[in-house]
């Protein structure tokens, strides 16, 4: 099965501040690729889809890109309410795989 | 509004049985894909298992194939999950959601809140 890695598992950043998220796959995966938002104590929310797709709703200081094995989540710039971990999960074939999560706190 | 609704959770012994059902409001069930996610206390999300619209086409992470079995009623807008020969590492909240894209596995638009099992003696 194809895994899914992110980078870093944690960070801490100041309000403001521009915020990048690794996730890669140990195989291609073409764009099938979303990103999740989950607060504590809360149910994860899509945020992003076929690896660049907005969810509807989702601020747009909220970004992904990539193809192939590499994504990026990217926050243009760190909001309170953005602390979360976020987790890239891919879709190409089953199984749904996420990623170990990684962990937005603000400095 | 589309809602989620699971229900089953419980503490449980293990080598015991569980039957976990999501019930389905707020969208036409019977189109879509529908998955269970888990999440151990205080871990990542890991994706368990998916159906198709009329149940003929199943996947199941390695870990639980042969102990679980997904199925839905689309008469009763409900999916279930039928647990078996439970294990200390099956505890963890177990979300229904929803596949948005309509394939062998997508992504989730929508989750429900979750229900928890505890496999402990």
């Known amino acids: 099965d194809i895994q899914m890695t992110q980078s870093p598992s944690s960070l801490s950043a100041s309000v403001g501040d521009r915020v990048t998220i690794n996730c890669r796959a140990s195989?291609?995966?073409?764009?099938?690729l979303a990103w999740y938002q989950q607060k504590p104590g809360k149910v994860p929310k899509l945020l992003i889809y076929?690896?660049?797709t907005l969810q509807s709703g989702v601020p747009s200081r909220f970004s992904g890109s990539g193809s192939g094995t590499d994504f990026t989540l990217t926050i243009s710039s760190l909001q309170p309410e953005d602390v979360a971990t976020y987790y890239c999960?891919?879709?190409?074939?089953?199984?749904?795989?996420f990623g170990q999560g990684t962990k937005v706190e603000i400095k | 509004e589309v809602q989620l609704v699971e229900s089953g959770g419980e503490l449980v012994q293990p080598g015991g049985s569980l039957r976990l059902s999501c019930g389905a409001s707020?969208?036409?069930?019977?189109?879509?894909?529908m998955s269970w996610v888990r999440q151990a206390p205080g871990k990542g999300l890991e994706w368990v298992a998916n159906?198709?619209?009329?149940?003929?086409?199943?996947y199941y992470v390695d870990s639980v194939k042969g102990r679980f079995t997904i199925s839905r009623d689309n008469a009763k807008n409900s999916l279930y999950l039928q647990m078996n020969s439970l294990r200390a590492e099956d505890t963890a909240v177990y979300y229904c959601?929803?596949?948005?894209?309509?394939?062998?596995?997508?992504?989730?638009?929508?989750w429900g809140q979750g229900t928890l099992v505890t496999v402990s003696s």
């Open positions: 959601a929803r596949d948005r894209r309509g394939a062998t596995v997508g992504h989730y638009d929508y």
């Open positions: 707020g969208f036409t069930f019977s189109s879509f894909w």
């Open positions: 159906m198709n619209q009329d149940g003929s086409d199943k």
């Open positions: 195989q291609g995966i073409s764009n099938y």
């Open positions: 076929a690896a660049s």
């Open positions: 999960q891919k879709y190409n074939s089953a199984p749904g795989t």
